[in-house]
């Protein structure tokens, strides 16, 4: 996950070869690119939570709601 957000970034900086974008993304201080990807793999975590509980309360309650 860690490297599909960076290649993401990569990508974008090379897409859209804009000199404004290159130095807005070379003024973050290297703490701020850390935080993102903890940040990122923390919505990544409760977003996996999240559909795995969804897809719980669909087979147990819904599916027999909506299958008479």
């Known amino acids: 996950f860690n490297v599909a957000t960076i290649a993401v970034y990569i990508v974008l900086l090379l897409l859209f070869t804009s000199p404004a974008l290159a130095s807005e993304f070379a ?4 703490w701020f690119w850390a ?3 903890l940040l990122a793999n923390f919505v990544f975590i ?5 559909v795995t509980r969804l897809r719980l309360w669909y087979t147990l309650h819904l599916r027999k709601k909506l299958f008479k």
Do not use: H, N, R
């Not at 003024?27 to 290297?30: L, Q």
């Not at 409760?46 to 999240?50: E, N, P, W």
């Open 35 to 37: 935080v993102l990807l």
């Open 46 to 50: 409760v977003y996996d939570i999240m």
């Open 27 to 30: 003024s973050y201080a290297p």
